[in-house]
């Protein structure tokens, strides 16, 4: 059966070539630049596709070789400059091939990979890592396996927090009469493009005022209080303004949040707060799945960028890596009708609405 996918799949089969190619993994500043002097050497890339196989990448820098070891015996090895071949092939065909959002083939690269044993897009994880490395630390001098996740600016914009019901926040809208339930409830898709800026328009016109009550799902409130006891506070905050206000991006939440100062602190404390959601949401914490606080993709973030260059943020540059989610990442409307939200409903004498969580890169 052909491989197929989408630009981020087939983004992550070029970082592994662009990786096994280059033998170095480049971090980035804040905007994405790469800094020439800092980076981590790659001793070999690990794949596990199927349970009790497992194929490491190594490279030989003496004989300029990718050396590949099936359960730690050596199968086969092939000349670094075929992955780099390769992988300026597979970064074109992307753009050729990828005109749309949907899922493609590349018959070039699915043979040559194929013929390196991988027969899978995405490497089968448990976690939130996309790939596995084994990397020497200049600093330390240890080699570490770590996992990345990859996120490619070749596609769409990918989600940092998925929507579901469990990013569902209950606010309490007081000052709301009654009778307008069913008006601004029939505000729907089939009378405007905007049903949920028109309700929440609708709300405030009304005269009805959003107080936060609680978050809909025990898990996702738990793992909020891991990052900070007031964390739910402070997202539903940014939620507010941005539906009430629509103001989309997370730097520019985070000023309207220290305009609001609801848990009267100082400014840097919600930005440090903000930051710690992104990471968490980057590396390891998942709404509807208890979470024991570590980083999954401990690693850190590895980025494919328009002109195909790779960086990374990795977990020894904390600062840079917040900073950038901070700065590139935004909130998002979701559907309503898979999510359960945007619609007023009473319980126990009092009105309430849903309002739900989504955090997308721009």
Request: charged share 25%.
């Amino acid at each position: 059966m052909a491989l197929s996918g989408n630009k981020g799949e087939w983004s992550e089969i070029y970082v592994f070539l662009r990786l096994l190619a280059e033998g170095r993994l480049f971090a980035a500043d804040e905007q994405q630049n790469r800094i020439k002097n800092v980076f981590l050497p790659i001793i070999k890339i690990l794949r596990e596709e199927t349970a009790g196989s497992k194929y490491e990448y190594r490279l030989n820098q003496e004989t300029s070789e990718v050396v590949i070891f099936l359960n730690g015996k050596k199968i086969f090895s092939l000349p670094v400059k075929i992955f780099n071949d390769e992988a300026e092939r597979l970064f074109s065909d992307i753009y050729r091939c990828g005109t749309g959002e949907g899922a493609f083939e590349i018959p070039g690269t699915e043979t040559f990979i194929k013929s390196i044993f991988i027969n899978k897009l995405k490497a089968p994880s448990k976690d939130k890592s996309d790939i596995t490395i084994q990397i020497h630390d200049i600093n330390t001098g240890f080699e570490n396996i770590v996992g990345f996740s990859i996120k490619s600016d070749l596609g769409s914009p990918p989600t940092l927090l998925n929507a579901s019901k469990s990013t569902n926040f209950i606010f309490e809208v007081k000052g709301l009469p009654e009778a307008e339930i069913p008006v601004i409830n029939s505000i729907d898709k089939d009378t405007t493009k905007t049903k949920i800026i028109d309700r929440i328009n609708a709300i405030k016109h009304k005269g009805g005022e959003l107080v936060f009550e609680k978050i809909a799902s025990k898990k996702f409130e738990q793992n909020l209080i891991m990052i900070d006891s007031q964390m739910a506070i402070i997202a539903a905050e940014m939620l507010k303004v941005f539906y009430c206000k629509h103001i989309i991006k997370c730097s520019q939440l985070a000023e309207e949040v220290i305009k609001i100062n609801p848990l009267n602190q100082r400014k840097e404390f919600y930005i440090h707060k903000i930051k710690e959601l992104l990471c968490a949401s980057a590396l390891g914490m998942k709404p509807a799945t208890v979470w024991d606080g570590k980083e999954e993709a401990n690693g850190g973030y590895i980025i494919v960028k328009k002109d195909g260059v790779i960086v990374a943020y990795h977990i020894y540059n904390r600062n840079l890596f917040t900073d950038y989610l901070f700065q590139n990442t935004q909130l998002v409307q979701p559907g309503t009708t898979k999510n359960d939200y945007c619609l007023l409903y009473k319980e126990n004498g009092n009105i309430y609405i849903k309002l739900n969580l989504q955090i997308r890169f721009i």
